[in-house]
């Protein structure tokens, strides 16, 4: 899971697909090629990268990526609008496949087996990552209501389903103004 990913638990191999592309799966996207590199840290490798007062330098991804959605349309679209066009360009410049409308058949051996409207492909991959079908976990909020405290339940952990920190930000707003 883009959890085990994310915290370490578990490493990717050189080739990684990525199921869901949402804002989950697109920032775990630009995690995967992006790993190791020292743009965000170097100034010079900064402005190399993204070509600040030079020419962009095309920097070889940390591991070949090929990110899919079921759902068909513009890839990467659940990312908000002030980030979701940095990171569809980072994975553009990593050379980062892109799948829609696809239907996942099977893992085995031989890779991730699906189809992509009438193409059956297997994608050859070292490791996948689930970023998809995300849930809300609201254990303490019921623990605080059985114990007859209140509790205000927002963003991701009212509705996981579309990760929105737009939606998040403005529900807190509003509820620390009732409040």
């Known amino acids: 899971t883009y959890e085990q990913l994310l915290s370490g638990a578990r490493q990717p191999g050189k080739r990684v697909a990525v199921i869901g592309a949402g804002g989950v799966g697109v920032d775990v996207a630009v995690h995967l090629v992006e790993r190791g590199s020292k743009s965000h840290l ?3 490798e900064f402005r190399s990268t993204w070509g600040v007062a030079t020419e962009a330098a095309d920097h070889p991804p940390a591991h070949e990526v090929v ?14 609008k002030t980030t979701g066009w940095v990171h569809r360009l980072v994975l553009h410049r990593a050379r ?4 829609a409308n696809v239907t996942y058949r ?8 699906i189809s992509a409207g009438d193409e059956d492909r297997v ?4 490791s996948v990552v ?8 609201n254990a303490l909020a019921d623990e605080l209501k059985a114990d007859g405290r209140s509790a205000h339940v927002i963003g991701g952990a009212s509705f996981a389903g579309e990760l929105d920190a737009q939606r998040a930000i403005e529900e807190g707003t509003l509820l620390g103004s009732r409040l």
């Open 123 to 126: 994608i050859d991959c070292d």
């Open 96 to 99: 980062v496949e892109m799948i």
């Open 106 to 113: 099977r893992i085995d051996d031989d890779g991730l087996h």
């Open 42 to 44: 170097d100034p010079a």
């Open 67 to 80: 990110l899919m959605q079921r759902s068909g349309g513009k890839m990467g679209s659940g990312p908000g």
């Open 130 to 137: 689930l970023c998809s079908g995300q849930v809300s976990i």
